[in-house]
């Protein structure tokens, strides 16, 4: 089982930029693919990226394609949205997420892929 802890969100205006990092329990990161959700007021859970066990393979949201950027470092346990020119409608809470994968080079992009969430951390933009 591994445990997911978010930070990094904030309030920024439009056109800003935040990182957001989620550190990772347990000693098999490597083992597991991940990825990034986000969920506005009244609106379904979304995908925002995601990213494979081995680091090589990532998959973007069209909506944010272009501006925000996943990685992870596995020496740390830590995956990374990195967002720049963010907008109005970025404003949601951010969720990480994690599955154990055979396939190191396999990028899940569905929730009901991932078996693990974090609590989320809120990411506020203002116009």
């Known amino acids: 089982q591994v445990q997911l802890i978010e930070s990094g969100g904030g309030l920024v205006q439009a056109g800003g930029s935040l990182r957001l990092s989620c550190a990772a329990s347990g000693r098999t990161f490597s083992s597991y693919a991940m990825g990034w959700f986000r969920q506005a007021p009244g609106k379904e859970r979304d995908f925002v990226a995601g990213i494979s066990a081995s680091g090589g393979s990532t998959y973007h949201a069209n909506s944010v394609e272009g501006r925000f950027t996943i990685s992870r470092d596995n020496a740390k346990n830590t995956v990374y949205l990195q967002m720049n020119s963010l907008k109005p409608e970025d404003t949601a809470v951010y969720y990480c997420?994690?599955?154990?994968?055979?396939?190191?080079?396999?990028?899940?992009?569905?929730?009901?892929?991932?078996?693990?969430w974090g609590q989320g951390t809120q990411v506020t933009v203002s116009s």
């Open positions: 997420a994690a599955h154990p994968v055979l396939f190191p080079t396999r990028v899940l992009v569905t929730t009901g892929d991932y078996d693990y």
